[in-house]
């Protein structure tokens, strides 16, 4: 039991999965805010002692939160961070970093200077298929990574972005399907396979062009440190949420991420490895570590979070890279 008083910024949906997550682990939800009165008012009702404020700066400079959580729109992530960070407060903030690398590169600085544990939300590294598959490639028992292949087939409709107006702009988002839905995968294919070194791409908005700014499809092709390459197709056009798949082609075996982990040697021989804990409901896609990331998170609040400013910018520049703004 962490015990973590914490104030959670943010109560939209991705909110549905911090808000267990701090109860999961022992911490206590001491405040809410929302600049939205009604999502406010709507966000863990059960929770008749926490405060409810509109205004994140209202939090600042109290004696009582130990911790922050930040669930906001892209473009507010740095500023709302970097005021906690000042008062040396510990923050872990959603994914992306920032709407931009302008604004990214303020709290990776800002985040280096401070000394205050500071973390990202890519909880899929906490999914034990893709731990697994990480220390597998890292032994060496199929020898080096000669390639990888992604794909994130989503769907989002016209009011999915008509009820949060941010998600569908470039001041907002900073992007849409990349930086909204298929960083994860960006994230996992330079975790697993290695840093990247160049990214090209295409993308365009096909189907929702009349609601948003931004692309609904795209495809990367990443040149990672190593000289081997990965290519990630990614689209919000998909007629379901179909489970993102990730593919490792080793110089003896393969292996193949999905709803579990399915390894398979050269000669043909597989294994299959169950993910241990799995999501149900309409938004089981989305996994379930997120609440593996926040116990992590909060169970020490000092020292440096493995998954922190200047880990989470590399996904966000290689996303940048293909988009050009």
């Given at each position: ?209 009349d609601t948003i ?51 398979t040697d050269a ?59």
């Open positions: 039991m962490t015990g973590r008083r914490t104030a959670l910024i943010g109560c939209g949906d991705i909110s549905r999965l911090h808000i267990p997550g701090i109860a999961g682990c022992g911490s206590e939800l001491v405040a809410l805010c929302d600049t939205d009165p009604a999502r406010l008012a709507a966000a863990a009702p059960e929770l008749t002692e926490a405060e409810r404020v509109t205004d994140h700066r209202a939090l600042l400079g109290r004696d009582d939160i130990d911790v922050v959580h930040i669930a906001t729109p892209h473009d507010q992530h740095v500023g709302m961070a970097l005021d906690f960070i000042g008062q040396g407060t510990p923050v872990l903030t959603e994914k992306p970093l920032a709407a931009s690398l302008a604004e990214a590169e303020r709290l990776v600085a800002g985040t280096a200077s401070s000394g205050v544990r500071v973390g990202v939300s890519y909880q899929n590294r906490y999914k034990s298929t893709s731990r697994a598959a990480k220390d597998l490639i890292d032994s060496g028992r199929f020898g080096k990574v000669t390639g990888a292949m992604a794909r994130v087939l989503w769907h989002r409709t016209r009011e999915y972005y008509n009820d949060r107006p941010w998600r569908g702009t470039w001041q907002g988002s900073g992007g849409g399907v990349l930086i909204n839905q298929a960083i994860h995968t960006i994230d996992m294919l330079q975790w697993l396979v290695g840093d990247v070194s160049e990214a090209t791409g295409t993308w365009g908005t096909y189907g929702l062009a700014e931004v692309e609904d499809t795209a495809t990367i092709a990443m040149t990672h440190a190593s000289g081997v390459r990965s290519l990630m197709l990614a689209t919000n056009l998909n007629v379901s949420n179909d489970p993102v798949t990730v593919e490792v082609a080793l110089e003896g075996g393969s292996l193949h991420l999905g709803k579990d982990l399915v390894i000669d043909g021989t597989t294994e299959t490895m169950r993910e241990e804990v799995t999501a149900s409901g309409t938004r089981a896609y989305w996994g379930a570590s997120h609440g593996d990331l926040i116990a992590d998170f909060h169970s020490e609040l000092t020292g440096e979070f493995w998954i922190n400013p200047a880990e989470a910018y590399k996904s966000l520049w290689i996303l940048k890279q293909v988009l050009g703004r």
